[in-house]
C-alpha cells in the first residue's frame, strides 16, 4: 500500500457516525448532570497533585501497583467462576488449529498457523502450484531466538526468495528489536537447514535493498524511529547511514513498492509528509527527494509501470549466494528512471481544499514537477490508502463513515507523457507541488442535499441469504444517514468500480496480495459476530465479489450469527448537531434496558472497525448489547473528521460520546446503571472523560493501558514523543488555550477538583461508576503512573463519599481497581488476552448488575414513602 499503515504484505517486504428528541432523553439526571458539570469547570489548585509522587519514583510506584494488586484481585476472588465461565465461551468459539489461507506472492504462497498444542505463530510457505510438502520458515514454538517472546515482529523476504530477515521483538516491550538474516535452503523441509547470515542490533524497522542489502531504522532515547542504516549480507563492506532525521516530530518509516521497484523512505508528522525512494539494483546510490516537506502536506508513494513499456522492476544481479560481489552497474538501476511509462503513484492532498487525499501522479524521472491529478473521491467519501495493480489501483476508502473500496482502472493511457500538451490542459489537469491549500474548519460543511428520510428508511435492509454464503435469517440493518458534511452520491465515476461490500461487513481488511499481476483483489471481511470471510473481487469486474473461503465458529460455540444483528445508526453530539456514527451489535431478541458496553477510541484519526472478538460472544450471550461510537478524532469521516477533535477542541470526542449515551438510554438499548464504557490508551481518556461528566448513569468502567494524565504527561516540552503529540492535543506547554481545554478535559485534573472542593466543603462527590484500570509496567507508550494516580485519586474520593458504598462490589474494599497485566508492553501478550477479557469483563458484569440491584432498591424505597 502507498500509506505506512502495516496492514498489506509484511511477509513479503510490502506494506504491511436520529436526533434526541425532547422529553425523556436523559430526564432522570439532569439535575446530577447540573451537579457534576459543576466539578468540570472549576479551576484546581496549582499546587494540589497528592499523588504527584508516583511520577518521579519508579521503585515506590512499582510497590504501590503491587499492593494495589494483591487487595484487587483480594476483591474480585468471588468474580472467579464467572471468569472461568466467560473464558471457556470464548476459547469454546475459537478452532484449535488457526491457519490463515495461503497467498501468492512472488513464486510461492504465504501462510501462518496455529494450534493448542502449539500456541504461537508458525510462518510457512510453498512454491505455486505444487503439491510439495511446505518450508517451515518459522516456527516461533521452536526457533531459539524467538523462545522468551510471543511472535516475530516484521518477516521480509528478499526478491529471490533465498533469505529472511525478521527482528525478534526486544523484552520488556521497549522498541529496539534486532533483526536476524538467514539463507534459505533449496528444497528445505524444515528449520534444519538454515543457517544465520547477519545479525543486526537496535533494529525498529526495516526491507530488503536487492537481495544483498538490509535498509533498517534505529530508533532515539525517546523511541522515536529517526536514523536510516544500509547494511550488507554478504560480502564486504560495513554498515552505512544514508538517511537520518533531526526533527522531533518526525517519525521515520520503511516501504517498498509492490512491483519491488522502489524502496521507500518516509520521514512523518501527523500532518505531513516526506519521501524519499532507494533503487534496489543501485545498493550504494542515497535517497532520491521526491517532493520537500511542507507544513500541511501528506503523500505517499507506489509505482506504475504502463502497459507496453519495459517492466520498471530494478534489475537483479545473479544468484548472490554463489557471488557475493556480484552487484549490477549503475547505469542499469538509473536507467529505469528514464524509461517511458515510468511514473510514481500518489497518495496526496496536495492542492485539495479539504485536505483529504487523492490520486495523482508524476514522472518518476522527474518527481518534482508539476503532479497530474487522476481521480478525486466524491463528496461523503474519503480515500485512506492504495493498492497497485498492473492495470488497475484499489482504493481504501470511507464511505459516509463505514469501510469502502473502489478500483481504479488505469487501462485508458491516462499516464501517457503525450496526453498533456497544453498550458491549458496542465493547468486543467494537474497541480503543483507547492500549492497547498488546507483551510480548514472546526468541521466539515455540507455542501449540497442529504438524504431525506425515506431515503434513509430504505436504506435499511437485511442482508441477501445468497451473498457471500452468509445463513438465511441473518439480521443486519444499516441506516445509512451520511455523516457531518457528506451527500450520497452514487452516480458512478467512468473507470471506478465501487466494491459491493455486505453491510454486516464492520471490518474490511486487505488480504495479503503481493502479485502485482494478479486479474483480483482479495478482501478479508468480518463482524464482531461473523469470522472472517475471504473475498476476491476481479479488477476488471462489476464490483460484485467472489467467495473464497467463510470461517465458521466451532460445532462446540454456544453463538452463532442467527442470533445477533447489527445496526448501523446516528447519535446527535452532545455539544452540536453533529451527526456521530454509532455501530449496534444486539441479540435478535434485545430485551429494553438489557446491560450495554459502550467503546469508543476517538485520536489519531484511527477508525474503530471492529471485527470477529470471540471474548465479545460471552456478552452477547449474556444479553449484552455492544455498541461502538465512532466519534470525532477518529478517521471514519476523514480528515476533517479527525482534525474536529484536536487541540483545544479535542473534548468533542467526549461530547459526542455523551450525545451516543444519551441516544441508546433514549433507544432502550441500556438502562442507567447498566452501561458500562470501555476505551484503551487514548480511547480512555475519551471513556473517562464520560465517567467524570456522566459517572450516575454508568455501572461500571474499563480503562486498558490508559492515557488519563493529560497535563502532566504532554505539558513538558522536553518529554519524549510531546513534541511529535503536539498536532494531537494541541501545545499544551505553550498556549494558554490549550492548556486550559488540557485541564477542563483531563480525568485527573477533574478528579482531584471534585476531591479539593469535597474536602473544603464536606458535601460527598458525584455518584462513580467501580473502574478498574490495567496497565503494563514497561509500556513505552502511555506512563503506568497516569492510572495509578487516577485510581488514587478516585479511590481518595470514594473514601469521603457514602453513597459509594451500595455500588461496591463488596461491603468491604474499594470499587476501584488497579491490575498489571504481563510484560509485553503498551499491546500486551496474545497468549494472555483471552484470559485478561474473562477478567475485565467479569469485573463489569458484577458491577452493573450491582448497580442496577442497588437502583431497584432505591426506587423501592421512595415508592414506600408516604
Not at 477518529?634 to 477542541?649: D, F, K, P, Q
Request: charged share 25%.
Amino acid at each position: 500500500m502507498g500509506r505506512c499503515t502495516g496492514t498489506l504484505r509484511g511477509i513479503c517486504g510490502l506494506k504491511n457516525l436520529p436526533a434526541i428528541l425532547s422529553g425523556t432523553a436523559g430526564h432522570c439526571c439532569i439535575d446530577a448532570c447540573a451537579v457534576q458539570q459543576r466539578w468540570l469547570c472549576t479551576s484546581t489548585s496549582s499546587n494540589f497533585d497528592p499523588f504527584k509522587w508516583m511520577e518521579h519514583s519508579k521503585p515506590s510506584f512499582f510497590k504501590h501497583v503491587a499492593r494495589k494488586e494483591v487487595r484487587a484481585r483480594k476483591l474480585m476472588s468471588s468474580l472467579q467462576p464467572l471468569q472461568k465461565d466467560l473464558l471457556q465461551q470464548a476459547l469454546a468459539s475459537l478452532h484449535p488449529e488457526q491457519r490463515h489461507l495461503p497467498e501468492p506472492s512472488g513464486s510461492y504462497e504465504y501462510w501462518t498457523m496455529r494450534c493448542m498444542d502449539a500456541p504461537k505463530p508458525v510462518l510457512l510457505r510453498r512454491a505455486l502450484r505444487s503439491s510439495s510438502r511446505p518450508e517451515v520458515l518459522l516456527d516461533a514454538n521452536e526457533d531459539p531466538e524467538l523462545c522468551e517472546v510471543e511472535c516475530w515482529g516484521q518477516v521480509k523476504i528478499s526478491p529471490n526468495g533465498r533469505r529472511i530477515a525478521f527482528t525478534v521483538p526486544a523484552v520488556r516491550g521497549a522498541a529496539r528489536a534486532r533483526a536476524i538474516v538467514r539463507e534459505i535452503p533449496t528444497a528445505s523441509c524444515g528449520l534444519a537447514g538454515m543457517w544465520d547470515l547477519a545479525e543486526v542490533p537496535k533494529v525498529v524497522a526495516l526491507e530488503w535493498l536487492g537481495d544483498q542489502n538490509l535498509v533498517y531504522t534505529m530508533a532515539d532515547a525517546s523511541q522515536r524511529p529517526y536514523k536510516v542504516l544500509r547494511h550488507p549480507v554478504v560480502g564486504s563492506g560495513g554498515t552505512t547511514k544514508i538517511f537520518q532525521e533531526p526533527d522531533p516530530t518526525r517519525f521515520v518509516s520503511l516501504g517498498t513498492t509492490k512491483d519491488g521497484a522502489l524502496v521507500t523512505i518516509n520521514s512523518n508528522t501527523k500532518t505531513s509528509s516526506e519521501v524519499h525512494i532507494l533503487l534496489p539494483g543501485d545498493p550504494t546510490a542515497m535517497p532520491k527527494c521526491i517532493a520537500p516537506r511542507q507544513p500541511g502536506l501528506e503523500y505517499y508513494v507506489e509505482h506504475y509501470q504502463s502497459k507496453g513499456s519495459p517492466p520498471a522492476s530494478a534489475p537483479s544481479s545473479k544468484d548472490p549466494g554463489s557471488s557475493p560481489s556480484s552487484v549490477p552497474h549503475v547505469d542499469s538501476a538509473l536507467a529505469m528512471l528514464s524509461q517511458p511509462g515510468s511514473h510514481l503513484m500518489l497518495l496526496t492532498n496536495s492542492g485539495n481544499s479539504t485536505g483529504e487525499l487523492r490520486l495523482m501522479t508524476a514522472a518518476l524521472d522527474q518527481p518534482e514537477r508539476e503532479w497530474q491529478l487522476l481521480y478525486e473521491s466524491p463528496t461523503g467519501t474519503t480515500i485512506s490508502d492504495m493498492d497497485m495493480f498492473a492495470e488497475h489501483c484499489v482504493l481504501y476508502e470511507r464511505r459516509h463513515g463505514r469501510p469502502a473500496a473502489s478500483i481504479v482502472s488505469l487501462k485508458n493511457d491516462l499516464l501517457e507523457e503525450d496526453e498533456v500538451d497544453t498550458e491549458e490542459d496542465v493547468a486543467d489537469s494537474s497541480t503543483s507541488v507547492p500549492s497547498l491549500a488546507l483551510g480548514m474548519p472546526d468541521g466539515p460543511v455540507a455542501d449540497g442535499d442529504v438524504d431525506t428520510e425515506e431515503e434513509v428508511s430504505e436504506s435499511s435492509t437485511s442482508v441477501p441469504s445468497l451473498a457471500l454464503g452468509m445463513p438465511d435469517g441473518f439480521m443486519c440493518e444499516a441506516t445509512s444517514t451520511p455523516t457531518e458534511g457528506s451527500v450520497v452520491s452514487d452516480r458512478p465515476v467512468p473507470g471506478v468500480t465501487p466494491l459491493q461490500l455486505p453491510a454486516w461487513a464492520t471490518s474490511v481488511a486487505p488480504g495479503l496480495n503481493g502479485d502485482p499481476n494478479a486479474t483480483s483483489v482479495r478482501l478479508v471481511l468480518s463482524s464482531p459476530i461473523e469470522p472472517e470471510t475471504h473475498v476476491d473481487f476481479r479488477l476488471d469486474g462489476d464490483g460484485v465479489g467472489e467467495l473464497v473461503h467463510q470461517d465458521k465458529l466451532p460445532d462446540e460455540s454456544p453463538h452463532s450469527p442467527d442470533d445477533y444483528g447489527i445496526r448501523h445508526l446516528h447519535a446527535t453530539s452532545a455539544y452540536d448537531d453533529v451527526e456521530v456514527p454509532l455501530t449496534v451489535v444486539h441479540p435478535v431478541h434485545r430485551v429494553r434496558g438489557s446491560p450495554l458496553l459502550l467503546t469508543a477510541y476517538g485520536a489519531y484519526g484511527e477508525c474503530l472497525d471492529p471485527g470477529m472478538d470471540a471474548s465479545l460472544l460471552p456478552l452477547l450471550g449474556r444479553g449484552w448489547t455492544l455498541a461502538f461510537a465512532h466519534v470525532r478524532g477518529g478517521g471514519e469521516g476523514g480528515r476533517r473528521w479527525h482534525l474536529a477533535a484536536t487541540g483545544a477542541n479535542k473534548c468533542r470526542s467526549v461530547d459526542d460520546l455523551e450525545g451516543c449515551l444519551d441516544f441508546l438510554l433514549y433507544e432502550g438499548y441500556g438502562d442507567q446503571g447498566n452501561i458500562a464504557v470501555e476505551g484503551t490508551s487514548a480511547g480512555a481518556l475519551v471513556a473517562a472523560g464520560l465517567v467524570m461528566r456522566r459517572g450516575q448513569d454508568l455501572g461500571a468502567a474499563l480503562l486498558r493501558t490508559p492515557f488519563l494524565d493529560l497535563l502532566a504527561t504532554t505539558a513538558d516540552p522536553r518529554a519524549p514523543l510531546v513534541a511529535h503529540e503536539v498536532s494531537e492535543w494541541g501545545d499544551i506547554a505553550g498556549d494558554a488555550t490549550c492548556r486550559r481545554a488540557a485541564t477542563l478535559l483531563c480525568p485527573y485534573q477533574s478528579a482531584l477538583r471534585m476531591l479539593e472542593e469535597t474536602k473544603a466543603t464536606e458535601e460527598p462527590p458525584p455518584q462513580l461508576p467501580p473502574v478498574l484500570a490495567t496497565v503494563a509496567l514497561d509500556d513505552d507508550r502511555v506512563p503506568s503512573w497516569a492510572a495509578g494516580k487516577f485510581i488514587g485519586a478516585l479511590q481518595a474520593l470514594e473514601r469521603h463519599s457514602d453513597l459509594g458504598m451500595s455500588r461496591r462490589l463488596h461491603l468491604r474494599g474499594s470499587s476501584h481497581c488497579l491490575l498489571q497485566r504481563q510484560s509485553g508492553g503498551h499491546f500486551g501478550h496474545e497468549q494472555q488476552y483471552y484470559k485478561d477479557r474473562a477478567e475485565e469483563y467479569a469485573f463489569i458484569i458484577a458491577a452493573c448488575e450491582r448497580s442496577k440491584k442497588s437502583k431497584e432498591e432505591e426506587k423501592e424505597k421512595k415508592q414506600l414513602k408516604p
